[in-house]
Structures are given as C-alpha cells and as structure tokens.
C-alpha cells in the first residue's frame, strides 16, 4: 500500500524536487542488501519505546525477536515503489483529468481510479515481496531467538551440522520451502507477466 502510494506521487504529482527524490530512489537499487544489515540491525535495537527502550531506545532489546523486526524492514522495498511508479506512468492521463472534472480529489483518484487498474503490478510487488521475504535466511537469523519466530529457512539450517548433514529432513523441508512459491506463481501468473511487461511501458 506504501509502494503504491509512493509509486502514484513519484508518477503523478508534481511537486519540486520530485526528480531527485526519483534519482535517489534509482540510486538505492544499486545498494546491496548486504551493506544494509548493521544500519537496519542498529534501528531495530534501539527503536524507542518498544522492548523494554525508553525515549532514546536505550535499555532494552527494541523490536529484537519480535514480528516487528521481520515484517516492517521488509515491507518496503525501492524496487517496489520503482515498478509501481513505471505501471502508474503508463496509464493515460485522460482518466485522471476526467476524474478532476467530476470533483475527485487526489486520493479519491488514487484509490478509485487508478489501483483498480495496477492490478498486475499489485501482484508482481507482492509475489516478490514474499518471495524475498520467504527466502530471506540471514535477517532473520540475526533479529530472532526463539524458536517461534524462525523462519522455514532458518529452520532447514538446523539439519546441516557439523556431525553430518540429515539429508532425508533438509530435502523433505526443502520441498516444503519451495510449494508455497510455486503455488502463489501459479495462481498469480497472469498478473506476474503482465506486471513486469508493462511496466516498462509509458
């Protein structure tokens, strides 16, 4: 929902400044993940307010092995608002203008008009987004320690010690890890495709 609206301003509101915020966020995709770890890990830890932090976020553990610490960093991503900005751009104008003229106001035109037709690219964010998450072993890793929390990534790594490697388990979870995925593709192939297909159109 973020991604959209972000995507919609990026495309269609002019405001100053808005090519640079653009350039920045093209320039954020060429960042690797990797880089991001110990600034994402320092905000979790010391996020005020939560965990036991006071004000400042110091004296506790923060959103440390909570559901926060996997779903908010993860639920935006450049990427998405960078195909959501692209789908927006290739909608005609004209629905937007005759919008205006019935007295429809920005967010009316975002919510009504416009998301019912990014229907392919709500899907493609949203496959990815999970994929990514689904798929996602040292984030998790690091932000977690009860068991409750670990991811089915995280988990497959307990049947590869270093006494031998339980092959039975790790393929048997592996097969597991991998349906969720290839239903989701199945079901939301149509829009998948079209996501990613009309993306690049303007």
Known sequence: MIGSMAGYALARIRFRGREIVFITLVAMLMIPTYTKIVPQFL?????PLFGGNDITGQGGTGWL???WALLIPGGLSAASIFLFRQFFLSLPKELEEAAR?????EFRIFAQIYTPL???????????TFQESWNNFL???LVTTSDDLRVIQV???VFQQLDG???HYLMAGTTLATVPMVLLFIVAQKYF?????QSGIK
């Open 118 to 128: 990014i229907k392919p690219a709500i899907a493609t964010v949203g496959l990815l």
């Open 155 to 157: 988990g497959l790594a």
């Open 165 to 167: 490697t339980k092959w």
């Open 139 to 141: 984030w998790p890793l």
């Open 193 to 197: 495709i079209q996501g990613f297909t």
């Open 101 to 105: 003229i019935d007295g429809l106001g």
């Open 43 to 47: 905000i979790v830890k010391f996020m």
């Open 65 to 67: 092995d909570t559901w």
